[in-house]
């Protein structure tokens, strides 16, 4: 069994004791042999280092000096890992049985074969798929990401109706299977991020340089969701919105940036005015801050990593060349098939 590639399992935690009193349980029954589980801590003040380690001695801790972020801490922790696969696993996860190996057996066909997430369905409802990834993200032609059996807020019911393992654009953050190699070889996370779509920017970047995504349906997880910043979260509003702009300014070819920028600046004032109309006010000066502040960042020239040739969004894997806005708000169509179906 040592021939089997290693893996770890790299839980990225802050204040989320309760999660792991929950479902590290879940996750040490998982049976695959050339393992380590790893809890990288983001300076919790829950006591949850003690509580590992008091009940769970054979997971490694890595202790960040300060509450680091998604992309910054695993960053930051993943530098004190060497191994052949790193899974990134968020810690209100449970796992179900041989979740793990089908997918290191989809990422070991192919040297371009570099990220896969597992089916990723509702911790509450069984039977439902979850937001975060659902069975594998796509992206519409500017830039709104969706997933097979998730489109905006609308989730689907889990009928077997994504049962094959498929190349996508972004595979979930909430369980990232990737090659150490590619990892790095792309630059990591972009720490700019903070949290939110930066796995949807690093999986663009491998994309980029002719890597694949995947979702491999033999392997589910059920997700808890909203578990860190929960949904209606105006910092999480902030962060999808500046976070989606930067990673279109980072990676849309120049002819395609030079009109979807401004377009996507104009279609989220759209959104912001119809939560200010709706008496969301906190929602609406969200969306404020982000675009000043995505404004700012862009004229500073801060991108993080060298400028990649940059393919139109249309020629890659997992990309609805309309427009989700329009199909969903306008057409009413709820679910990703409906909206592929020509």
């Given amino acids: 069994m040592s021939a089997l590639p290693s893996v770890a399992i790299v839980i990225l935690n802050w204040n989320g004791k309760k999660f792991l009193q929950q479902f590290l349980p879940s996750v040490l029954t998982t049976t695959y042999s050339n393992l380590r589980i790893i809890v990288a801590d983001n300076a919790s003040s829950d006591n949850s280092i003690s509580f590992i380690s008091e009940n769970f001695p054979g997971v490694t801790i890595i202790e960040l000096p300060q509450n680091l972020g998604f992309a910054k801490g695993y960053n930051e922790a993943l530098k004190k890992v060497n191994t052949d696969y790193y899974v990134l696993l968020n810690s209100d996860v449970e796992i179900t049985e041989n979740w793990l190996q089908p997918m290191i057996e989809v990422l070991q066909q192919n040297e371009y074969n570099m990220v896969c997430q597992p089916k990723v369905l509702s911790f509450y409802d069984k039977n439902m798929f979850e937001y975060a990834g659902a069975a594998g993200g796509w992206i519409d032609s500017l830039g709104y990401p969706f997933s097979r059996g998730r489109v905006f807020d609308v989730c689907e019911k889990d009928e077997g109706q994504y049962n094959t393992t498929e190349e996508i654009f972004w595979a979930s953050g909430a369980a990232f299977v990737i090659k150490q190699k590619g990892f790095w070889e792309a ?156």
């Fill in 187 to 342: 630059g990591g996370f972009d720490e700019s991020f903070f949290a939110h779509q930066e796995e949807i920017d690093l999986c663009w970047r491998l994309k980029l340089k002719g890597y694949k995504i995947y979702c491999c349906h033999a392997s589910v997880v059920y997700h808890v969701g909203g578990g860190t910043l929960h949904k209606g979260n105006n910092f999480k509003t902030y962060l999808n919105f500046r976070n989606n702009m930067m990673m279109l300014s980072k990676n849309l070819n120049g002819a395609e940036a030079v009109w979807k920028i401004p377009l996507r600046l104009l279609l989220d004032q759209v959104t912001a005015w119809k939560g200010l109309v709706g008496g969301e006010g906190g929602y609406f000066k969200a969306i404020q801050k982000a675009q000043y502040n995505f404004l700012s960042w862009s004229l500073s020239g801060k991108k993080t990593e060298k400028a990649l040739k940059r393919a139109p969004i249309s020629s890659l894997t997992g990309v609805y060349k309309g427009s989700i806005v329009w199909q969903h708000f306008i057409k009413k169509k709820n679910s990703f098939l409906e909206i592929l179906k020509k």
